[in-house]
């Protein structure tokens, strides 16, 4: 009985909003790991070695990839959505994810309602907007992921392979893709969101 006390103490000290730093420390010890073993961090890469799996390198030269030295790939996104189905389901936090005021009374401005409690959402998305009975929100879907792909593949890596491996190598590419990364997320935030939702 005690142990499960315990046990159920450590999963709601887990469940709770941790640190910045705790993250900072985990993605700074894996990439010193990757460097050390001679890869690169990035989860677009992962889509190419997945296409590759299917047979795409037969077709496309793009395509064409060692296997078995890319895998790490596909079990570090399928790692990824294990813990990210562990942390949803058992490790919530019981509180919506806290943003700050001004940032909710924008929201609202858009007509777009934060939870108030977990039972309402977790406030990581806003589902009154993305959800398959809104063809907005579908379309926006649809036209996000597509300029995503399009420009991971055009920078030739996501955001996480050039701010975290480029520019911790001192890559002068990955500055540069980083500085649009920024520059783009605010001309969507200050010039076309509110033409979208204003």
Known sequence: MNLLLQANGLIDAISQPWHWSISGAAIALILLLLTWMGKSFGVSTSFQVMCAAAGAGKRFSYFDIDLKENFWRIAFVVGAFIGGAIGANYLQSPEPVAISEATISHLEDWGIDYPETIEEG???????????????????????????????????????????????????????????????????????MPLIFG
Do not use: E, W
């Not at 392979?161 to 002068?172: D, K, P, R, W, Y």
């Open 122 to 192: 977790s406030g990581m998305i806003p589902t009154d907007v993305f959800n398959l009975g809104n063809l907005k929100g579908v379309l926006l879907a649809i036209v996000g992921g597509f300029l995503v792909g399009f420009g991971t593949r055009y920078a030739g890596g996501c955001t996480s392979g050039h701010a975290i491996t480029g520019l911790s190598h001192l890559q002068l590419p990955s500055l540069i893709a980083v500085i649009g990364f920024f520059a783009g997320g605010l001309i969507m935030t200050f010039l076309i």
